[in-house]
């Protein structure tokens, strides 16, 4: 018997509602090895072939804390503005899954490493929002249960437990989020963040991001929260949103036609755009937390914060303020310009080398950014420097080299790694500034076109770009565009 679709709640009723939402982000930590043994932490190896005794929970196997995960877990935490606790304790949660081979998870619960965070956001109609992190706590990971891609897949499910105790920090949100705009900005820029500082690669193909929802639904005006349901294993941005909007249209549709929530977990199908229910919801004594015998308390000290608080680099949204403020920057180039890190720092060395910021951004957003796409490689891998982008630049705003030109010189400079000055001179590049040269030019073409200048006389001034357009034609793009037009304009008055 085929499932029965679920009753939607229609637009009308929809907009009676307000939904709460919260997110639960595991982020792997960008460790050499794993949280509590020295097995590598690396994606793509072989199944089950980063293990020991430690990460496969065998029994007298006593785990010993990465000095590398906490650290970055710190960085993490003041990425999103949390304050680091002096004093935390892991504790075993208790439950079984085919991949937790311990039968437990080595997690914190009572004393996390941080609390009382926040990530503001900028949504799509240009307003602010400061979405609340209750805390931040670094656990082991689970190992990867596989479903499909063998030939006996319909019968047996295949375990690896390569990712079995790779380091995690779980970020709990605030249910401060009230539409999946916002928890698609809020997840945005934590993922920045976290980039920015070095934490993790955020990678969700390879796992390094994973996202759970917590939803509910409130008739407008009510204030106690609604019964919420969890969506497991949010594995893209846009099935976050796709998710979280069709559990918003579901529960208002079970509310509206008399029903009740149950507090469930429950996964999306991105196939279907549908979420369905998979498990009761536990509660935390369903896990039966207690400290973890074999690890003692984590303690920080006051001189480990500030000596890992002064050695953070500058935030995303800092950077985006301080581009806007100090170099004159639009506030999408901003944003184009802070999508990275390596991005960020290739653009303030030309910005800084070209000593014209705006023209800087303009050249690799647009003519570097295409070449990049063109040849399928990451910034990082560019042939041409930040410090050579801006040099290019440079040439261009002091006259030497006309954008025409220009525009012929980044691509050998692309190929060749040559210098823009090396290109120009070996091709004979350089830009036009003899003005009687130009004047002989303009004489000529503005004698062939006597009708252009009846057109420009009689009061069509827009015509002179004709003009423009023809000089540097005819001069091969090396005559220097605001010569000719000044000259131009002397000569057609």
């Known amino acids: 018997m085929a499932a029965v679709a679920p009753a939607l709640g229609t637009p009308e009723q929809i907009a009676k509602y307000e939904p709460v939402i919260g997110l639960e982000v595991h982020v792997q930590l960008g460790t050499n090895t794993k949280i509590f043994c020295s097995c590598p932490n690396e994606f793509g190896s072989a199944p089950n072939t980063n293990v020991c005794p430690?990460?496969?929970?065998?029994?007298?196997?006593?785990?010993?804390?990465?000095?590398?995960?906490?650290?970055?877990?710190?960085?993490?935490?003041?990425?999103?503005?949390?304050?680091?606790?002096?004093?935390?304790?892991?504790?075993?949660?208790?439950?079984?899954?085919?991949?937790?081979?311990?039968?437990?998870?080595?997690?914190?619960?009572?004393?996390?490493?941080?609390?009382?965070?926040?990530?503001?956001?900028?949504?799509?109609?240009?307003?602010?929002?400061?979405?609340?992190?209750?805390?931040?706590?670094?656990?082991?990971?689970?190992?990867?249960?596989?479903?499909?891609?063998?030939?006996?897949?319909?019968?047996?499910?295949?375990?690896?437990?390569?990712?079995?105790?790779?380091?995690?920090?779980?970020?709990?949100?605030?249910?401060?989020?009230?539409?999946?705009?916002?928890?698609?900005?809020?997840?945005?820029?934590?993922?920045l963040a976290l980039q920015f500082v070095g934490v993790s690669s955020c990678d969700m193909e390879k796992g390094h991001l994973r996202c759970d929802a917590n939803v509910s639904v409130r008739l407008k005006g009510v204030e106690p929260f609604g019964t919420k349901v969890e969506i497991k294993n949010l594995n893209s941005f846009r099935f976050l949103r796709q998710a979280i909007d069709f559990e918003i249209a579901r529960q208002v549709g079970v509310l509206e036609s008399g029903g009740r929530i149950i507090q469930e977990t429950r996964l999306y199908n991105a196939d279907l755009g549908e979420t369905f229910g998979m498990r009761s919801k536990e509660q935390a004594h369903d896990y039966r937390y207690f400290p973890e015998p074999d690890l003692v308390p984590l303690q920080i000290s006051e001189e480990w914060k500030a000596r890992v608080k002064a050695a953070m680099p500058e935030l995303p949204a800092e950077m985006r303020k301080r581009f806007i403020q100090e170099y004159g920057l639009k506030k999408y180039d901003a944003e184009v310009l802070t999508a990275t890190r390596p991005v960020a720092e290739f653009y303030e060395t030309a910005a800084r080398v070209s000593g014209d910021p705006k023209l800087a951004a303009n050249w690799v957003t647009s003519d570097l950014f295409g070449l990049l796409k063109a040849d399928g490689r990451e910034i990082e891998e560019s042939p041409v420097t930040g410090e050579r982008l801006g040099e290019l630049v440079a040439l261009v705003a002091k006259g030497e080299l006309t954008g025409k030109l220009a525009k012929e010189v980044l691509p050998k400079m692309f190929t060749t790694g040559d210098s823009a000055r090396a290109i120009m001179e070996r091709e004979g590049l350089k830009a036009m500034n003899d003005t009687g040269e130009i004047e002989r030019i303009i004489d000529q073409i503005v004698a062939a076109n006597p009708k252009q200048v009846e057109q420009y006389k009689g009061g069509k001034t827009t015509v002179i770009g004709f003009f423009v357009g023809q000089v540097m034609k005819a001069s091969r793009g090396q005559a220097n565009p605001a010569v000719v037009t000044e000259i131009l304009t002397k000569k057609l008055a």
């Open 54 to 191: 430690v990460c496969l929970g065998m029994p007298g196997a006593l785990p010993v804390l990465n000095h590398q995960a906490v650290e970055l877990a710190i960085q993490a935490s003041y990425a999103l503005h949390c304050e680091v606790r002096n004093k935390s304790i892991f504790a075993r949660k208790n439950y079984f899954y085919p991949d937790l081979p311990k039968g437990y998870q080595i997690s914190q619960f009572d004393k996390p490493l941080s609390e009382f965070g926040w990530v503001d956001v900028v949504l799509e109609d240009g307003s602010a929002k400061r979405i609340g992190i209750t805390r931040i706590h670094m656990e082991d990971d689970a190992g990867k249960n596989t479903h499909d891609g063998y030939k006996d897949s319909d019968t047996y499910s295949y375990v690896d437990l390569n990712r079995c105790g790779s380091p995690l920090t779980e970020i709990v949100s605030e249910p401060d989020m009230r539409s999946s705009e916002e928890a698609f900005q809020y997840l945005t820029e934590l993922k």
